[in-house]
């Protein structure tokens, strides 16, 4: 990740983050065989996407619905995301 520009975050070791310069940024959250990318950039993620899936087996699930055991609820238009550990509990 690091060749690719990405910073390994110092307090969570599963956490990358690449900012660019026009202050777009994609974060990269890994957890064994779990992964969740997020950005400000759709264009940059695709990259990352395309990067990691010529290195790795790997499928594209879409959308965040869950990870981790924690449900991902979006709710575009009044701007808030929720996570939810129901089954967890």
């Known amino acids: 990740m690091s ?3 990405y910073t390994r975050c110092h307090s969570n ?3 990358y983050l690449k900012k ?3 202050g ?3 974060i990269l959250l890994l957890y064994v065989d779990e992964m969740l ?3 400000s950039n759709m264009q940059e993620i ?5 990067k990691l899936a010529n290195s790795f087996a790997m499928k594209d699930l879409g959308t965040a619905k869950q990870i981790l055991s924690m449900r991902i609820t ?3 238009k009044n701007h808030k995301l929720t ?3 129901n089954e967890y509990i």
């Not at 695709?46 to 395309?50: A, I």
């Open 24 to 26: 777009s940024y994609v």
């Open 83 to 85: 996570l939810s550990q």
């Open 20 to 22: 660019q310069n026009d």
């Open 37 to 39: 990318v997020a950005g």
């Open 74 to 76: 979006r709710d575009r």
């Open 46 to 50: 695709n990259v990352l996407k395309r």
């Open 13 to 15: 070791h599963c956490v």
């Open 3 to 5: 060749e690719q520009g």
